[in-house]
């Protein structure tokens, strides 16, 4: 188990970062996080083909054939938000692993049954809609009620149940390959000729393989590999490219869309580039493609923060324990690195985070924080619909969304850290890793 691990490291570092972005004398690295050698290339670790994702032509087999020979990994996988990005519903709730504790869609909007609806986009994380029978995804124009099931979020204070989702659409809404094409596995748009659409439900335009984003989605289709996987001709792609394409919002990986004073979801791509620091990093050195990072984080980050930070501390926050009613958080360098600025369904009120305060449910991965005596509107661009950034192209977050959601004012209630606003904790912010704690 311990070679396991350590030869994934080794396998990202020598494909993700070899002889590109990192100098090996620019980091302080430790023992959990050899620095890449020549041995992961000239010792055969390098995988045979990083180039063609079609597999020569090959055809979608799906992830029940992978597991026959691949049990581990299809089992860690299970864990993994991927695959339950899209769930085939036949006549009761979706099924979701128990360790994903948040999980779980109970019922159909109110007026429906488990037979009115063949899909749920997503319920792992964050939210869940409902695709009709017919294929049309439902809105609260067309039911008359609400459509959007939100999960618990015990961070941001959200308590499940269903809110408004599109009340002005009036028309049926198409499930279409711009909204299933990261949701599922082969995805295809439908061609004007010879107009397909899954399983003939004609409100979805275009057809899958697959439900959910499984192993073939980043490997490509596996009919030849999987007669001949000794001649190794399976896609492998560990850089960013294999996860930017999804985790990307908008058109544009230079623009970190943003609105109504949050950044929008799946725009981690953006976000990195925009990191400073970690802007040339593949998502691989820090996450294991194949494990959770929601609902089995010490698999699912490979390298953690002070494997390549190991001098630094923890801004005088060493041990500290928030509390906020019910919901407890050990404090970490995500705590203040890695804020909850993206909005994916639901963001904290003002009993929850004060006045002052600024929280969503996802965290950014800009990683800089801000120490000026600002607030969030300072981070975006004047007309709020992208994350601003400086002459060097680096975004960073204000204090509001570091500090006071946890600092907050007397608005929120049963919280045991001090109270701060956006100027005290500016000031302090500057000076936190100064002393070592
Ligand atoms: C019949 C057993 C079998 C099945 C089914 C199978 N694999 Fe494999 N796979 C293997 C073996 C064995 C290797 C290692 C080959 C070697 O290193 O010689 C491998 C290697 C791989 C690799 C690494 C390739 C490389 O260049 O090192 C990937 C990725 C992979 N499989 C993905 C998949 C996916 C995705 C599926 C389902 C579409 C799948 N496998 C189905 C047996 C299988
Ligand atoms: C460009 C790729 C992409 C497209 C297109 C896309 N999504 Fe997503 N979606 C994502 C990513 C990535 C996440 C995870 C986001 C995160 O955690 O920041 C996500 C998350 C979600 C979630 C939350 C899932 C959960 O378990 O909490 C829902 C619901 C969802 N998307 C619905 C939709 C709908 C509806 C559409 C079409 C209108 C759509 N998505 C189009 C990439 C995409
Ligand atoms: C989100 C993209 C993604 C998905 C989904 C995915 N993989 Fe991978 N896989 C990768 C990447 C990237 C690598 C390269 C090595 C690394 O960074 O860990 C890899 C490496 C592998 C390898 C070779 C190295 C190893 O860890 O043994 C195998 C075998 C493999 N994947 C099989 C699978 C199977 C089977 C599934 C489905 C259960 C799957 N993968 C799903 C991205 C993915
Ligand atoms: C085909 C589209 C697609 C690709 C490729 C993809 N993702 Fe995702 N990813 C999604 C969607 C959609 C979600 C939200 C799924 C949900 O929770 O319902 C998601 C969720 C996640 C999550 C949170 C869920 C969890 O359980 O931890 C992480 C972390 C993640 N992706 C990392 C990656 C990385 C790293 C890569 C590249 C190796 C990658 N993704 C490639 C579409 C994709
Ligand atoms: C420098 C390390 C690092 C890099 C690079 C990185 N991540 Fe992450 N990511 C993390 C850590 C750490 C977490 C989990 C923080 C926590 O919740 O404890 C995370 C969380 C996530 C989540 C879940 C966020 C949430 O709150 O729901 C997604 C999705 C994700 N990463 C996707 C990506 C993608 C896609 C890339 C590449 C574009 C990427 N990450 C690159 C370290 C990294
Ligand atoms: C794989 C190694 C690696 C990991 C893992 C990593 N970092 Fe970094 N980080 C770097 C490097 C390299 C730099 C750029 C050199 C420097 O500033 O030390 C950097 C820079 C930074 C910066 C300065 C950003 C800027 O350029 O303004 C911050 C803040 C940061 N990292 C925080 C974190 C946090 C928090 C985590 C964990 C979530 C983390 N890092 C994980 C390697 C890493
Ligand atoms: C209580 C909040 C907090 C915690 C916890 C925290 N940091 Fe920081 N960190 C900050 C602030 C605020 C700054 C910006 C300071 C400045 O620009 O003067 C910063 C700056 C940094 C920088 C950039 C330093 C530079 O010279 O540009 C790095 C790297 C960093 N932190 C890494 C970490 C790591 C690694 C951890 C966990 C061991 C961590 N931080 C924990 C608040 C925190
Ligand atoms: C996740 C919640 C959280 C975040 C984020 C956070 N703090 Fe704290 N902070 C705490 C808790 C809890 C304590 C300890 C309270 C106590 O012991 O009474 C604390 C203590 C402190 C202290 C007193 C430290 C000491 O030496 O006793 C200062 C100053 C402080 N925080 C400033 C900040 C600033 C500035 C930021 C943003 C850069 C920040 N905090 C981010 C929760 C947080």
Not at 71 to 78: H, K, Q, V, Y
Not at 403 to 422: F, Q
Request: with cysteine.
């Amino acid at each position: 188990m311990a070679y396991q691990r350590e030869f994934k490291f080794v396998r990202s570092w020598g494909i993700a970062l070899l002889g590109s972005l990192l100098p090996a004398a620019t980091l302080p690295l430790t023992g959990g996080c050899p620095p890449p050698t020549d041995d992961a290339v000239d010792g055969g670790l390098a995988f045979n083909n990083t180039t063609d994702a079609t597999n020569q032509g090959a055809a979608y087999v799906g992830s029940a054939a992978c597991r026959a020979c691949h049990p581990s990994i299809a089992e860690t996988s299970r864990l993994h938000g991927h695959a339950h990005a899209l769930n085939r519903v036949q006549g009761q709730a979706p099924q979701y692993p128990p360790e994903g504790e948040r999980a779980g869609v109970p019922s159909p909007p109110d007026g429906k049954t488990w037979n009115d609806v063949s899909y749920v986009i997503g319920g792992y994380q964050h939210g869940a809609f409902f695709v009709d029978r017919t294929g049309f995804v439902m809105t609260d124009g067309v039911e008359g009620v609400n459509t959007q099931w939100n999960l618990d979020f015990p961070p941001n204070g959200t308590v499940a149940g269903f809110v408004a989702y599109q009340p002005e659409q009036q028309t049926p809404l198409p499930y279409g390959h711009d909204c299933f094409r990261c949701h599922t596995t082969g995805p295809e748009p439908q061609d004007p000729n010879d107009p397909r659409s899954q399983d003939g439900r004609p409100g979805i335009l275009g057809t899958w393989a697959e439900a959910g984003v499984q192993c073939e989605a980043c490997h490509g289709p596996g009919s030849n590999h999987v007669p001949n996987p000794q001649a190794r001709n399976i896609f492998v792609d560990s850089t960013v490219q294999t996860c930017a394409r999804c985790h990307t919002r908008g058109d544009d990986p230079d623009v970190i869309v943003a609105a109504d004073g949050f950044i929008r979801a799946g725009a981690q791509y953006a976000e990195l580039r925009a990191s400073g620091g970690h802007a040339n990093f593949a998502c691989t050195v820090c996450h294991d493609p194949h494990f959770s990072t929601i609902y089995d984080r010490s698999n699912g980050i490979r390298n953690d923060c002070r494997t390549c930070h190991p001098d630094q501390n923890m801004a005088r926050h060493a041990g500290k324990i928030f509390v906020r009613g019910d919901y407890a958080e050990q404090l970490g360098c995500e705590s203040c690195h890695m804020p909850f600025a993206t909005k994916t369904t639901a963001a904290a009120d003002a009993d929850t985070v004060g006045n002052n305060g600024r929280m969503g449910d996802t965290r950014t991965h800009i990683f800089r924080i801000s120490t000026d005596n600002v607030d969030f509107s300072s981070m975006f661009t004047a007309d709020g619909a992208a994350v601003a950034k400086d002459g060097d192209g680096r975004a960073a977050v204000t204090v509001d969304f570091v500090c006071v959601r946890c600092h907050t004012d007397g608005t929120a209630t049963g919280t045991n850290a001090v109270r701060l606003d956006v100027r005290s904790a500016s000031a302090l912010a500057a000076i936190l890793h100064e002393t070592a704690q």
